[in-house]
DNA sequence: GCCGACAGATTTTTT
DNA sequence: ATCTGTCGGC
């Protein structure tokens, strides 16, 4: 085995050398956090102080956490590797739940009710509460109800401090949406921590037992965890207290959906005498983006200083690009991607990042117009299809036939003549009689020989795979189940009928790599996008800012750089979103290793028609040394048309976004007007803050 | 219970 | 511009 402290700086040594009690990493961008994790595992493994199951490590997506158990493969060996625990919150807490579900509200085979299944049922609730989905959407219920729940606030606790007529539906779905939850024994995403923690902080035998098994707790991306996540490891940290926690403040984006990024910010003072170690040295981008990246996040004051710093002195300008419109943009980014590939580039060096998902599409049809190979990460999950979420209803039923979630889907999907009434009866008449919903389908008392008729595929095929399920590959039990069912015949002529049966192939190709179907279901439950993402490198990756995080690219182009898109519009007058919205800027700013384009449009459309657009108020912080500025043709001749000859010095009726002429600099866009201080970007110059009241 | 036509929202980010 | 949910007629 390789001694896990070769190749490592001085304070990642330092880091992976810090063994036992609390230890606090701050690691910036690109500082080799990943490699700290894992060769600190090593370490632990390496010298004996820790055996392989005593170490539990939680990542942020399960694709971190198939790296890291990677890398520790290669460093200690296959045979150990596997031993650890590793995984995501959620992972561990479905792991806790399934293991100790005897002290838990929900049985063994509970399912995973995801944010969609979870609206419907808010939905449901609503509709049997007479609340109006018009003026109080499902949706808006149900990030209220989720808040809540990361915040640890029970039903009554939030129906007490309701201020809003919607949190007051809110409140009142609350605890009906619980219940709901419960007769589907289900847990959402919220659920597969708190009940976990629940489960912990009350039965002490239970956390003793985990807390021997576990001895030390490693964390990644710790600024990002949020209130139960945090309580979670806290109840399962030992008195040895060793937990190592890793993370930046500068990166923590998550804060929308509860995260607090106190907890990296306080951990010295929760647990005093702590090792603290700070990664500065950055590994991955040149100097000019790490300065602009730095001057970015500089501007922010809710955090820990800190300024990163490389080796690397060269490097290419960051590039600015000024364009009309959200299509010229797609357009002089996919030229950009192509000049890049044809210089010698791989496609799968590039990320396209932007703020929503929304603006993928343009990117996505000029992509494919020029042939260059790309693939969307998020929007609509694989996983999300209805094609997939159908056939996996379908599975879901053999592991657990009184899934009414799982029922209903594919009764809607594939039963003519039933709906929700019929759907309702069944639900009682198993609950009063004491029989699975399934069973219940072959009932005399609850249905038409007609409709049992109409269920008699569906039935067979659950039956026969639970016969088989046992000793067969879940491949071949799939098909078996989709074929039989009539699932896949159902497919035939419908919609997009091609697209939708070669996702169930891709489904089945999936599931073959699975020996039995609960773990099966859980994963598919629990697995994002990104996660997704194969390291083939060879086509350009288009995600949000927030997919971004954690990867790097030899070339980003972070485009709708834009007041109202980043910062984004719900942002603006809040101070400490703002404050996120910037390093969120920053998070992709820091994902590019060799060159970054910051490109803003003067146009965008949106809802079908094309608005105005201001560019970013964060592109005024660039530092002017570092940067390049491209008006991308069309606007310089718009400029030329606009050429004040020394007129650029009267404000009167300038505004942001606006493109002048400079007699000094030639064409720019003005990104600010502050008093008579104005801020633009010139073609070759960069950024430049001129004063108005001075003569040209 | 089903289907088509229309109205309305949608766009912040995700395990 | 597109998608989703609702409503009315069958």
């Known amino acids: 085995m390789q001694n896990a402290l070769t190749s490592l700086n001085e304070k990642q040594r330092e880091a992976v050398a810090a063994l036992h009690g609390p230890v606090l990493v701050l690691a910036g961008a690109g500082s080799g956090k990943t490699r700290v994790l894992t060769h600190r595992l090593a370490h632990l493994i390496g010298t004996k102080t820790a055996t392989p199951q005593q170490l539990l490590a939680v990542t942020f997506t399960n694709k971190a956490a198939a790296e890291m158990r990677a890398r520790v493969s290669a460093l200690v060996g296959e045979a150990a590797a596997r ?8 992972g561990l807490g479905v792991r806790l739940l399934r293991a100790q579900h005897k002290y838990a509200p929900r049985s063994a085979n509970f399912t995973i009710v995801d944010t969609t299944d979870s609206e419907r049922l808010i939905r449901e609730a609503c509709t049997s509460l007479n609340i109006s989905p018009q003026q109080v959407t499902p949706r808006n219920i149900r990030s209220m109800i989720s808040k809540a729940k990361s915040t640890q606030t029970s039903p009554e606790a939030f129906a007490a ?44 035998a239970v956390r003793r037992r985990y807390q021997q098994q576990w001895r030390w707790l490693s964390v990644d991306e710790y600024q990002d965890t949020n209130p139960p996540q945090d309580a979670l490891l806290k109840l399962l940290l030992g008195p040895e207290q060793n937990l190592c926690a890793v993370g ?13 990024v106190d907890h990296i910010l306080q951990f010295e003072t929760q647990f005093p005498g702590c090792t603290t170690i700070y990664l500065t040295q950055n590994y991955r981008s040149t100097s000019p983006i790490l300065e602009a990246a730095n001057q970015i996040i500089a501007v922010n004051e809710d955090q820990k200083h800190k300024e990163l710093w490389t080796d690397e002195k060269t490097g290419e300008a960051v590039q600015v690009l000024a364009v009309t419109s959200d299509r010229a943009e797609a357009s002089s980014v996919c030229t950009g991607v192509q000049d890049a590939i044809e210089a010698g580039g791989a496609a799968g060096e590039c990320a396209i990042l932007y703020r929503t998902n929304a603006q993928s599409r343009a990117f996505e049809e000029e992509l494919m117009l020029h042939n260059i190979p790309y693939q969307i990460v998020g929007g609509i999950r694989f996983y999300d299809r209805a094609e997939i979420k159908d056939a996996m209803a379908i599975l879901h039923l053999t592991v657990n036939p009184n899934s009414a979630l799982a029922l209903e889907r594919i009764t809607k999907a594939m039963i003519v003549g039933v709906g929700l009434k019929t759907i309702a009866r069944i ?32 039935t067979r095929a659950l039956a026969e795979a639970q016969s088989q399920l046992k000793d067969s590959p879940m491949g071949a039990t799939m098909e078996q189940l989709l074929k039989g069912s009539g699932y896949l015949a159902s497919l035939k002529d419908v919609e997009r009928s ?5 996702n169930i192939a891709e489904l089945i190709n999936v599931a073959a790599g699975y020996t039995d179907a609960a773990s099966f279901i859980e994963d598919v439950a629990l697995m994002s996008d990104i996660d997704q993402t194969t390291d083939a490198k060879d086509r350009v990756l288009c995600m949000t800012l927030h997919a971004a995080k954690g990867l790097e690219f030899e070339q980003v182009w972070l485009v709708g750089c834009e007041e109202g898109l980043l910062p984004h519009r719900n942002s603006i007058d809040r101070p400490a979103e703002l404050e996120e919205e910037r390093r969120l800027l920053y998070v992709g700013m820091t994902r590019a290793k060799r060159q970054l384009t910051l490109s803003h449009a003067s146009t965008r459309t949106l809802h079908g028609e094309s608005l105005p657009q201001a560019p970013s108020r964060f592109l005024a912080d660039l530092p002017e040394s570092v940067t390049q500025t491209d008006l991308a043709g ?33 064409p720019g866009v003005i990104i600010q007007i502050s008093g008579s201080l104005i801020t633009c970007v010139f073609e070759g110059h960069g950024v430049k803050t001129l004063d108005a009241s001075m003569a040209a």
């Open 83 to 90: 031993q650890m625990a590793l995984g995501t919150f959620h």
């Open 161 to 204: 401090e309701v201020q809003s007529p919607i949190a007051e539906a809110a409140a009142r779905v609350y605890p009906l949406y619980e219940q709901l939850l419960a007769q589907n024994d289900g847990y959402d995403f919220d659920d597969l921590i708190i009940a976990p923690l629940q489960l912990l902080a009350e039965h002490e």
């Open 248 to 260: 930046d403040d500068y990166q923590a984006i998550y804060s929308w959906r509860g995260a607090q």
């Open 427 to 458: 639900k009682l008449y198993a609950r009063e009689h004491k029989m699975s919903l399934i069973e219940a389908l072959s009932d005399d008392a609850v249905l038409t020989s007609r409709l049992q008729a109409s269920y008699a595929p569906l």
């Open 498 to 502: 091609e697209e939708r049966l070669e």
């Open 634 to 666: 069309e606007a310089t001749a718009a400029a030329l048309d606009d050429t004040i000859t020394g007129g650029l010095w009267d404000l009167e009726g300038r505004d942001v976004g606006e493109i002048v002429s400079h007699p000094q600099f030639g």
